[in-house]
């Protein structure tokens, strides 16, 4: 679909109260058969959500939007009082697309994001400090993929330091971010009882501990070097190398159990 038939579709969803789900992410798997957002879909999208209030799951991966209408359809992101579940993954978000995020938000304003995927783009520490100053005001936030970015370890604290009250928070995934050893005791200290996760610089393997995440009983194990696992259930995800299965989730509880990430 090329910006056109985005235009076209976005306009007929403004009024729009029963559609809660857009799904306009693109295939992965060829380039030619990718949906194109492009400036005036990226526009059109943009106008969209600050209108619309019923979409609560937008679904855009690999969709092509613009760079020059980024920074603002994440004012938008942010500003839409609906939006629980974001998935902007592979669509080159960089830094200046991140920065209205920055902008101080209003005390009493919480934004109502639950899973938020921004995995395979072009963010550095720099965005990540952008969005954890959004981050620290979605107290409801369970999912958080930042997977196959440029982080680096400040990157990781910005994201710590703004994840660190948050009780509802279950999946984290980090994966090929070079964290490196800071990173990874940074994200450690979200866990302040656990000992087991304070570990030497220089270590590497695997770790356990339980009771993590504030749910009791709750078993964690995390490795800061090991690329693959044959578990599908994760609950931190820190693996610096490639491969391996590059997916995560909860169990079918909901519960996360002890997993090699």
Not at 17 to 38: E, Q
Not at 41 to 50: A, D, I, V, W
Not at 201 to 216: F, H, L, P, V, Y
Request: proline share 5%.
């Amino acid at each position: 679909i090329g910006w056109r038939g985005f235009e076209t579709l976005f306009n007929s969803l403004m009024d729009n109260s029963t559609v809660t789900t857009l799904d306009i992410g693109g295939s992965i798997s060829s380039s030619s058969t990718r949906n194109r957002l492009g400036v005036k879909g990226t526009e059109s999208l943009t106008k969209l959500l600050l209108h619309n209030v019923t979409i609560t799951k937008l679904i855009m991966s690999e969709s092509s939007p613009h760079p020059d209408g980024m920074p603002a359809l994440f004012t938008a992101f942010r500003d839409s009082p609906s939006i629980a579940y974001l998935d902007i993954s592979g669509c080159s978000v960089n830094d200046v697309c991140l920065a209205p995020l920055s902008e101080p938000i209003p005390t009493h304003r919480v934004l109502p994001w639950e899973y938020l995927l921004v995995r395979d783009n072009c963010i550095t520490h720099q965005g990540a400090a952008s969005l954890g100053v959004a981050l620290r005001v979605c107290p409801s936030l369970q999912y958080l993929d930042v997977s196959h970015n440029m982080i680096g370890s400040p990157g990781a604290t910005w994201i710590a330091k703004a994840l660190h009250s948050h009780n509802m928070l279950h999946t984290i995934k980090l994966d090929n971010n070079d964290i490196g050893d800071d990173g990874f005791a940074a994200i450690a200290t979200m866990y302040p009882a656990q000992d087991a996760l304070h570990v030497p610089k220089t270590a590497r393997g695997r770790i356990s501990s339980t009771g993590a995440a504030g749910s009791a009983g709750t078993s964690l194990s995390i490795s800061s070097a090991i690329s693959g696992s044959s578990s599908s259930d994760r609950l931190l995800s820190l693996g610096g190398g490639g491969g391996g299965s590059g997916s995560g989730s909860v169990s079918s509880s909901g519960q996360p159990r002890a997993s090699q990430l």
